[in-house]
């Protein structure tokens, strides 16, 4: 999946950048847990659909 369009995934799901990271960014769910997004132009789908599924588990409300 291209990492533009995950990030747009993940913030039409609540998630927020939060500060640069060395080889990553850190990203922030909705209840305010922190994870890291690889700056990859290209990122595995596997990978992909975990960080969505973590992100639709991790919303308030």
């Given at each position: 999946?291209?990492?533009?369009?995950?990030a747009q995934k993940?913030?039409?799901?609540?998630?927020?950048?939060?500060?640069?990271?060395?080889?990553?960014?850190?990203?922030?769910?909705?209840?305010?847990?922190?994870?890291p997004f690889p700056?990859?132009?290209?990122?595995?789908?596997?990978?992909?659909?975990s960080m969505i599924?973590?992100?639709?588990?991790?919303?308030?409300?």
């Amino acid at each position: 999946m291209k990492r533009l369009l995950l990030a747009q995934k993940l913030r039409a799901l609540g998630c927020s950048f939060y500060r640069q990271g060395g080889d990553h960014e850190i990203w922030g769910y909705e209840n305010g847990r922190k994870f890291p997004f690889p700056r990859h132009a290209d990122i595995d789908e596997r990978l992909a659909k975990s960080m969505i599924n973590k992100a639709r588990k991790n919303r308030r409300g």
